[in-house]
T-cell receptor, first 112, second 112 residues
Framework: GEDVEQSLFLSVREGDSSVINCTYTDSSSTYLYWYKQEPGAGLQLLTYIFSNMDMKQDQRLTVLLNKKDKHLSLRIADTQTGDSAIYFC????????????FGTGTRLQVTL | EAQVTQNPRYLITVTGKKLTVTCSQNMNHEYMSWYRQDPGLGLRQIYYSMNVEVTDKGDVPEGYKVSRKEKRNFPLILESPSPNQTSLYFCAVGTPNAYEQYFGPGTRLTVT
């Protein structure tokens, strides 16, 4: 599969904004997703963006997509301790579930 | 309530002893998939199924088998487990276009 890269770790203070970044290699990606994994749990779909969009906002979450640079980011406003988790980006290469590639995951630590 | 069930949740076994991890869903979705999660590597797809009797290899299928005899179940079979298959395994269920994807709670497997 294609490589999808994320930084491994991010630490932010409660109340600050968090920005989690993801770079992907296949420009033909049709959908890009963000998942959250809390300790001891499976992955939970947070949000997604279609490749024809630049930005999507959903409450405290903002997704930015830069197709030219193949860069995806997830911004969490007013980060809370409950946001502490591992965040994965995922791309689908042909719009079907047969071509899914996950990033390596970013562990977000929220400090008081 | 949408549910993906995996069993067992934890398993410690010895090299070469055949085992099966079960996955079942109550959502009537066509797509089911198995992933393994390893530190620093994110999630890697083992096998997936787009419908009953239709299965295909993911990125890391070696050492694993699957079957999809009925829509709700998608067991993962390790015929002769080895220590490098020690990992956290997730079953995922969703629509073929990946628009919806739900993950099970995970199975932590240790092979000694």
């Amino acid at each position: 599969g294609e490589d999808v890269e994320q930084s491994l770790f991010l630490s932010v203070r409660e109340g600050d904004s968090s920005v989690i970044n993801c770079t992907y290699t296949d420009s033909s990606s049709t959908y890009l997703y963000w998942y959250k994994q809390e300790p001891g749990a499976g992955l939970q779909l947070l949000t997604y963006i279609f490749s024809n969009m630049d930005m999507k906002q959903d409450q405290r979450l903002t997704v930015l997509l830069n197709k030219k640079d193949k860069h995806l980011s997830l911004r969490i406003a007013d980060t809370q301790t409950g946001d502490s988790a591992i965040y994965f980006c995922e791309e689908t290469l042909d719009g079907t579930a047969s071509k899914l590639t996950f990033g390596t995951g970013t562990r977000l630590q929220v400090t008081l | 309530e949408a549910q993906v069930t995996q069993n067992p949740r934890y398993l410690i076994t010895v090299t070469g002893k055949k085992l099966t991890v079960t996955c079942s869903q109550n959502m009537n979705h066509e797509y089911m998939s198995w992933y393994r999660q390893d530190p620093g590597l994110g999630l890697r797809q083992i096998y997936y199924s787009m419908n009953v009797e239709v299965t295909d290899k993911g990125d890391v299928p070696e050492g694993y088998k699957v079957s999809r005899k009925e829509k709700r179940n998608f067991p993962l079979i390790l015929e002769s487990p080895s220590p490098n298959q020690t990992s956290l395994y997730f079953c995922a269920v969703g629509t073929p276009n990946a628009y919806e994807q739900y993950f099970g709670p995970g199975t932590r497997l240790t092979v000694t």
